[in-house]
DNA sequence: TTGTAAGCGTTATCAT
DNA sequence: ATGATAACGCTTACAA
């Protein structure tokens, strides 16, 4: 900046105004600072303009997965959403894993973030001590809680286990089966669908977990434990994810199986392809462009300090049906 | 820091010393301040530290999409192992767009990033120019030149075009198809393959061009195209990712056609699902991996100055024969 | 082993 | 409208 300010003549400060606000100079020298710029190739160093203004511009976000377009998609509209306001996202993969995150959430505190995108509610007091310590906007997504450690948005994953379970039973099922992928909201759709399903008319429930994350071989390997080992011979099975859905669907066909006759399956996420699928499948949507964008708009209304939001806001989820159920 | 100095009664240097290389300080010293560190709480300012060290600790990538997992597992990759050497990811998706990708490498430049990852060689000019001058390791993934910004991994995609258009010919196909979606090296795998093609035996090569991304849809709405609009009775259709050609897959069991009898399909990518199609998917396989992990060890031998990285490395590509052609 | 002093490249506060 | 000066919180000589 001092040397851009030596070939405009004007002084360091002057460039430094220039940049942040061009109104505040005069539009001769803006142009002779402009031309100087153009002639260094400068480009001004953040950090320092960080570290001088308390203010770095820079959002931190945590998910489990940065592979899984459920979490991916979400960061996707957000870190758009956070960039019209000129904000960059410092993005890290924690892998479900609390302690991990803990290292995350310091490492990415020292970075001297402006607000924190963190996926779900559970974290380790640790974490939430620091983030508490920041004295920045926290938002938490992907599921609500009525004590969020700053602001929360998501929907309730019990409500949606308990929403495709009257959809089980409203459609008659007797028997119910479960695939869920080692996550812990899918764990909370599985037991609440699991009791809901069993308190009402519901038999009984056959459960498969799969042991890491969720993929079509681990659905068709699902399907296969259920109808092979388990015994599953007809109705509706519920899946953590579209994924996995699929991989029941594929597994099915392959098997020579009618769906919805013979089997009928429910996905979750209602991601891109589910409408494609053949038959298209039933499955519980999320709207996860409005989740990324919302959890932006809180974290920006919190920064401007105009509109104080709400803590908590609830998006829900819809039960879409189609043809697999 | 100078808090914790005061607090274990040391200077602030020392607290310093501690943080960075505990071997330097006694260790009683080392004792008292670590309690301090405790006590208050501190975490340290990396904004700050960077600053003054000229090391931010920080390596920007660009990608062109966050969501799809082509690129999102690279990303995955090269962050776990640039992690191991204390390295933390700025990340943005530029969407294909050139011109976005220059403002965003402006942007990440003006954070004092350690090492640049950019995916592909095609960069406006001005990008090329800010690159260089920032005179830090850059690489470039998912293809290769012989004359690189300045550290290139990837792979032939014109060979690998040809290599699947050999792999037809050889099958004694006379009847191709192609089905890209809108990504520059997709259309470079598509005109190789298609050159090479009917250069050899090949009679006629039908294609089609998705608009948008690669999609399940897209897929399915493409071989419509294709048969219904086109004409196309027979062949082999080379897709330009595993998720477009698991679209074909779907829409030819909906039109009830025999794969490979009457339709042979060849995907790009071999993505995990792509074993577990029905048919399973014959497609090219790239080791995503090891793209991402080479990149990461690229950027890091520059970084230690230890060994001289080579500037391009060729990871090759490979055609993974299944039931689907 | 520890401390002092200078400096990293900005922004913020006051003057002028 | 512009400039001088002091932070911002660290690291890196250099000194003790």
Known sequence: MATVGRIAGVSQVTVSRALSDSSKVSPLTLKKIEDA?????????????ALASQQSHLVSALVPSLTNIVYSSVVKTF????REFGYQILLSETGFDLTEEEVFVSAHLSRQPDAVLLTGIQHSAQT???????????????????????????????????????FAIDAGFAFAGTVTAN??????RRD????????????????????????????????ADLIDNQGLKSGMVFCSSDVLAQGLLIEAHARGLKMPGDLSIVGFGDQEFAKDL???LTTVRV???????????????????????????????????????
Do not use: Y
């Open 37 to 49: 710029i153009k002639v260094t190739g400068f480009v001004p160093n953040a950090l320092a303009g």
């Open 278 to 280: 053949e038959p298209a």
């Open 128 to 166: 939430r001590r620091m983030l508490l310590g920041a004295g920045i906007p926290i938002v938490e997504v992907w599921d609500i809680t009525a004590s969020p450690i700053d602001m929360c948005v998501g929907f309730s994953h019990a409500d949606a286990g308990r929403a495709v379970a009257d």
């Open 287 to 325: 709207d996860r462009e409005l989740l990324g964008r919302t959890a932006a708009d809180a974290i920006l209304a919190r920064i401007m300090g105009t509109e104080s939001p709400q803590p908590v806001s609830d998006l829900g989820f819809e039960i879409v049906r189609r043809m697999s159920a």
């Open 183 to 188: 996550d812990e909201r899918a764990k909370l």
């Open 79 to 82: 870190s758009q959403r956070m």
């Open 192 to 223: 609440s669908f699991t009791n809901r399903f069993l308190q009402n008319e519901g038999q009984s429930v056959f459960a498969h977990d799969c042991p890491g994350a969720a993929s079509m071989g681990a659905g068709r390997a699902a399907l």
